[in-house]
């Protein structure tokens, strides 16, 4: 079954800078919009960002629009999200998938927490 891995969360204070990456397993997203997503305790999954696949187009949510940025690399099957300045607010689970989202391709996210 195909899954997404992501990693490069953590904790880190108000103003600091994560770069997450997501790893497809199994198989090549050619062709695909990719996106983040994010999940905050108690809140519904949100959209962050997404990528075209030939990354001439991106998308952000407009509370992180110029703090973060979505890249792509598809010769590694790997989707990025450079996040800045970060805001206690952005504290979440992240995930990656197509956008829209694959219900059978979520995986298990990877916590950002953000200090005050």
């Known amino acids: 079954q195909v899954q997404m891995v992501e990693s490069g969360g953590g904790l880190v204070q108000a103003g600091g800078s994560l770069r997450l990456s997501c790893a497809a397993s199994?198989?090549?997203?050619?062709?695909?919009?990719m996106g983040w997503f994010r999940q905050a305790p108690g809140k519904e999954r949100e959209f962050v960002a997404s990528?075209?696949?030939?990354?001439?187009?991106?998308y952000y949510a407009h509370s992180v629009k110029g703090r973060f940025t979505i890249s792509r690399d598809n010769a590694k099957n790997t989707v990025y999200l450079q996040m800045n300045s970060l805001k206690p607010e952005d504290t979440a689970v992240y995930y990656c998938?197509?956008?829209?989202?694959?219900?059978?391709?979520w995986g298990q996210g990877t916590q950002v927490t953000v200090s005050s």
């Open positions: 990528m075209t696949w030939s990354g001439g187009t991106t």
């Open positions: 998938n197509t956008d829209p989202p694959t219900h059978n391709y």
């Open positions: 199994e198989r090549s997203f050619t062709g695909y919009v």
